[in-house]
C-alpha cells in the first residue's frame, strides 16, 4: 500500500460524507463523480486529467436524465468546472518537468507570504476564468451582461470560500456529532454571511452595474468561446494576446 492509495482510501470517505452531509445536490455529485474517478487514476497510478474527470462525471449525470442539458445550472456548472480544470491543467503545463510527468522539486521552496499570495493569485485567475467562459451563458439565458460580476467576483468568491464555507461547514459537523440543537460560531458566520450579502446589493445598485441584452446568437457564443481559447494559449505572443483581447472585447460591445 503506497501513500498515495493510502491517501485515496482517508479521501475517498470523507468526500462521500461531504456530498451526503450538502444534500447531493447535482453540482455536489458532479463534484464527487469526479474526484472518485481521479482518485481511481491515481490508485491505478495514471496522470491525473480533470478533463477526462469531468467527462466522466458528465456522462454519468446525463445517462439517467438526458434532458439535464437542457438544464442552464447543469450547463452552468459544468461549463465553470471545464474553465478551472483548463486554468489547472494550463499551469500544471508550466511546471512539469520535460517527461511531463512529475512536477519539479529542484526550485526553492517560498516563504509563507509568497506561497499565500501564490493561492491568492490563483483563486483570482480561477474565478476570472470562470466568470469569462460563462458569461455567454449568461447573456443567452439572463439577458445581462454583469461586467462588475467580473471585478467583484475576484474579491467576494475566494473570501467566501475561505471564511463562510468551512466556518458552516465545521459548525454542521459539530452539530452532526454532538447531537446540539443549535448551530456552534453561528453568530459568526451570519454576521460574516450579513456583510457579504450587504456587500454584494449595494454593488448591484452601482449605475450600469450590468447591461441588459439580448440573448447573442450561438454562432457568435462560439467565437467568443473561441477567442478566449486563443487569449490563454496564446498569450505569450503579445500581438495575439492584444489581438484576442480587443475581439472579446468589440464582442461583448456588439452584444450590449
Not at 470517505?13 to 455536489?28: C, D, H, K, Q, R
Request: charged content about 10%; aromatic content about 10%.
Amino acid at each position: 500500500l503506497t501513500a498515495t492509495q493510502l491517501a485515496v482510501l482517508i479521501t475517498l470517505p470523507i468526500v462521500s460524507f461531504y456530498m451526503l452531509l450538502a444534500g447531493a445536490e447535482m453540482a455536489t455529485v458532479r463534484s464527487w463523480i469526479m474526484i472518485v474517478v481521479c482518485c481511481l487514476g491515481l490508485w491505478l497510478g495514471r496522470e491525473r486529467n480533470l478533463v477526462t474527470a469531468l467527462a466522466v462525471a458528465a456522462l454519468l449525470m446525463v445517462l439517467p436524465h438526458p434532458e439535464a442539458i437542457h438544464d442552464i445550472s447543469f450547463q452552468l456548472s459544468y461549463l465553470s468546472v471545464a474553465a478551472i480544470g483548463m486554468v489547472v491543467l494550463f499551469r500544471k503545463t508550466k511546471d512539469l518537468d520535460p517527461g511531463g510527468l512529475e512536477v519539479a522539486v529542484s526550485r526553492d521552496e517560498p516563504d509563507w507570504f509568497a506561497n499565500l499570495l501564490e493561492k491568492g493569485r490563483l483563486a483570482w485567475l480561477v474565478t476570472l476564468a470562470v466568470s469569462l467562459t460563462t458569461l455567454p451563458l449568461v447573456a443567452y439565458s439572463f439577458h445581462q451582461i454583469p461586467w462588475l460580476g467580473l471585478l467583484t467576483n475576484m474579491v467576494i468568491v475566494p473570501l467566501v470560500g475561505i471564511l463562510v464555507i468551512p466556518l458552516g461547514l465545521l459548525s454542521g459537523i459539530v452539530v452532526l456529532f454532538s447531537g446540539g440543537e443549535t448551530l456552534p460560531f453561528a453568530i459568526i458566520n451570519q454576521w460574516i454571511l450579513n456583510f457579504f450579502a450587504q456587500v454584494t446589493l449595494s454593488l448591484s445598485h452601482v449605475p450600469g452595474a450590468e447591461w441588459h441584452v439580448a440573448s447573442p446568437s450561438i454562432s457568435s457564443m462560439f467565437i467568443f468561446w473561441s477567442v478566449l481559447a486563443g487569449l490563454v494559449l496564446l498569450k505569450d505572443w503579445p500581438i495575439f494576446r492584444w489581438s484576442c483581447a480587443t475581439i472579446l472585447v468589440a464582442i461583448l460591445v456588439w452584444w450590449a
